[in-house]
């Protein structure tokens, strides 16, 4: 057939921002069309991030107590430290001169040990000599070194990563023997993470 006359043109369709408003952290994002087809009214929902860590969660925390005085050492008795060389943070705590650390809140850790050790008195020798990290009861690391002369001095030095999930804990280092000499002794603990 025949065409058809042009029929009227239509009134032009229309798009207008409604609201915005926050939605909770983790929550997808949506947008509504409150309006009509031709005159829409979008309304957008924009979810919230999560919350970051506070200044004091996210500022490093560590612990360097040092003793450079010869110690004399008792079977299953813990190394003071005179110094605290360096605190930052509130994670962990040690008054100078005491003989244990406190972590005051759980989280991951690394401690890191360094200390001079020589046999006095009468000794047996080969003599073997170890020092440990204890966390509360439990004993978290070891290291030893053997001496074969009585003028003998060495070193012992270890690294260990360990998790605190009940605070707070002491931590301490025992040595295994007597008749033993401990001097430049070093201990740096840092927290690393959270639990």
């Given at each position: 057939?025949?065409?058809?006359?042009n029929?009227?043109?239509?009134?032009a369709?229309?798009?207008?921002?409604?609201?915005?408003?926050?939605?909770?952290?983790?929550?997808?994002?949506?947008?509504?069309?409150?309006?009509?087809?031709s005159?829409?009214?979008?309304?957008?929902?924009?979810?919230?991030?999560?919350?970051?860590?506070?200044?004091a969660?996210?500022?490093?925390?560590?612990?360097?107590?040092?003793?450079?005085?010869?110690?004399?050492?008792?079977?299953?008795?813990?190394?003071s430290?005179?110094?605290?060389?360096l605190?930052?943070?509130?994670?962990?705590?040690?008054?100078?001169?005491?003989?244990?650390?406190?972590?005051?809140?759980?989280?991951?850790?690394?401690?890191?040990?360094?200390?001079?050790?020589?046999p006095?008195?009468?000794?047996?020798?080969?003599?073997?000599?170890?020092?440990?990290?204890?966390?509360?009861?439990?004993?978290?690391?070891?290291?030893?070194?053997?001496?074969?002369?009585?003028?003998?001095?060495?070193?012992?030095?270890?690294?260990?990563?360990?998790?605190?999930?009940?605070?707070?804990?002491?931590?301490?280092?025992?040595?295994?023997?007597?008749?033993?000499?401990?001097n430049?002794?070093?201990?740096?603990i840092?927290?690393?993470?959270?639990?």
């Amino acid at each position: 057939g025949a065409t058809g006359a042009n029929g009227v043109d239509g009134t032009a369709a229309t798009v207008q921002v409604g609201t915005t408003t926050t939605g909770a952290p983790g929550t997808n994002a949506s947008v509504t069309n409150t309006g009509t087809e031709s005159n829409a009214v979008l309304n957008f929902v924009i979810p919230a991030g999560a919350t970051g860590a506070s200044a004091a969660e996210s500022r490093p925390s560590v612990l360097a107590v040092q003793d450079t005085t010869e110690q004399e050492l008792a079977e299953n008795t813990a190394v003071s430290f005179a110094t605290n060389l360096l605190e930052s943070g509130t994670d962990l705590t040690h008054t100078a001169g005491s003989n244990q650390i406190t972590v005051e809140t759980t989280g991951i850790y690394q401690a890191a040990l360094s200390a001079e050790v020589s046999p006095i008195g009468e000794v047996e020798l080969p003599l073997t000599i170890s020092l440990s990290l204890q966390l509360g009861t439990t004993i978290l690391e070891t290291g030893s070194t053997t001496m074969t002369t009585a003028e003998q001095s060495n070193t012992i030095a270890w690294t260990v990563p360990f998790s605190v999930t009940t605070a707070p804990e002491q931590i301490r280092i025992l040595a295994d023997r007597s008749n033993v000499v401990l001097n430049r002794a070093t201990l740096t603990i840092n927290k690393i993470g959270t639990v």
